[in-house]
């Protein structure tokens, strides 16, 4: 068995969901229903049919400039 992309992109989103609440992870899983994906005829990935829902409400979402460095040559000697 083998996650599907979904499955992949849903656990991702839990592991932001965590992070962006400082929240633990391991409720988010436990809660998590695998499937067998329908469309997948070898029956070799799973889906999660309630993948958890990132919410940026109340959440301050600024933008910032991006700058250049100059690139730094490391020498290391042996």
Request: proline letters at 5%.
């Amino acid at each position: 068995m083998k996650l599907s992309n979904q499955a992949l992109g849903a656990l991702m989103m839990a592991l932001q969901k965590s992070l962006m609440e400082q929240s633990d992870i391991v409720p988010v899983l436990l809660d998590m229903n695998f499937q067998v994906d329908p469309g997948d005829t070898s029956q070799s990935t799973l889906i999660i049919t309630n993948p958890p829902v990132v919410s940026l409400e109340g959440t301050d979402v600024t933008t910032t400039e991006t700058t250049t460095t100059e690139e730094t040559d490391f020498n290391v000697e042996e």
